[in-house]
């Protein structure tokens, strides 16, 4: 009696946050979940949180090395099958005036958001149906993109720059893997209850205190310290994650904002400059006369 493959994804950035989320309800689901981690003991700790189902993947989305090596990892274990979901989660954010925000600080927020979506697509886009000597049907891939992929926030121009870029390959390779079979879901959250926005009050400001920008900055600080924590929980995002993966036709497209209105419609609606001069006027950026 034949029996179905057990479904397999791969979760970046999955020792906390989004992807631990995806992690859980993925090996809940039954799905066997390889979990891409840094550490070790993050490995660990999933297997003992989440059960057998979870397999950790040792790799730094910016090393091109350890990406391969668990490329290879995960194709033996698929024994000549397909992989069933590769969930482009994992990433950073970093902030700062783009007048002053170090070079370095920069490249390091797209060498994670985007390189490394590139690095990790690449080394497992064969095992998604690429290469067509493997049983099964194509995969699907889950970028996890933000809302700030679509707007922009002051002093979170690194961010909104990568997300942004997250958007722009999202498209062209969802057109390109028209060729087998291989969709291509793109997740846009607002805030979500996670450790990327836990850390804003970590934020340091003071390499800009001598710059105009310094009072607004500590207003978008404080607002991102009080509204992450009152965003969705992960667990929501990983909600859509999995049905995203399941779903006979899903959305090219989804946008999960809390307060959905106010934080995403309207901002969608009204004119950029309008909406400009209001956040201008909420953080204390605009132009003060001499």
């Known amino acids: 009696m034949s029996t179905t493959p057990q479904r397999t994804a791969v979760v970046t950035g999955a020792s906390t946050g989004i992807g631990h989320a995806c992690a859980a309800r993925l090996a809940a689901e039954g799905w066997r979940v390889f979990a891409g981690v840094r550490k070790t003991a993050?490995?660990?700790r999933l297997v003992a949180e989440l059960g057998e189902a979870v397999i950790p993947l040792i790799m730094d989305v910016t090393d091109t090395a350890t990406v391969q090596a668990?490329?290879?990892?995960?194709?033996?274990?698929?024994?000549?099958?397909t992989l069933d979901g590769l969930v482009n989660n994992a990433g950073i954010a970093v902030a700062g005036p783009m007048l002053n925000v170090p070079l370095e600080d920069f490249q390091q927020q797209m060498d994670?958001?985007?390189?490394?979506?590139?690095?990790?697509?690449?080394?497992?886009?064969?095992?998604l149906g690429v290469d067509e000597s493997l049983e099964g049907?194509?995969?699907r891939i889950v970028m996890m993109s933000s809302v700030a992929g679509e707007m922009a926030a002051p002093f979170l121009g690194p961010y909104s720059a990568s997300k942004h870029a997250v958007e722009g390959l999202s498209k062209a390779l969802r057109r390109e893997l028209m060729l087998y079979g291989i969709q291509v879901v793109v997740l846009g959250p607002g805030a979500v209850a996670t450790p990327i926005w836990a850390k804003a009050e970590e934020i340091d400001a003071e390499p800009y205190r001598e710059t105009r920008f310094y009072d607004a900055l500590l207003r978008?600080?404080?607002?991102?310290?009080?509204?992450?924590?009152e965003g969705f929980p992960p667990e929501k995002i990983a909600d859509r994650?999995?049905?995203?993966?399941?779903?006979?036709?899903?959305?090219?497209?989804y946008a999960i904002v809390p307060q959905r209105l106010t934080n995403w419609s309207?901002?969608?609606?009204?004119p950029d400059?309008?909406?400009d001069n209001m956040v201008a006027k909420r953080v204390g950026l605009q132009r003060k006369y001499r």
């Open 112 to 127: 994670v958001n985007v390189t490394g979506i590139v690095r990790v697509t690449q080394a497992f886009g064969p095992l």
């Open 220 to 229: 978008i600080r404080g607002w991102m310290a009080k509204n992450g924590p």
């Open 70 to 81: 668990a490329a290879e990892t995960v194709r033996t274990a698929l024994a000549g099958r």
């Open 137 to 139: 049907g194509p995969g």
């Open 42 to 44: 993050d490995g660990e």
């Open 266 to 270: 309207l901002p969608k609606l009204l």
């Open 241 to 253: 994650v999995f049905r995203s993966l399941t779903e006979d036709k899903p959305r090219l497209r």
């Open 273 to 275: 400059r309008l909406v």
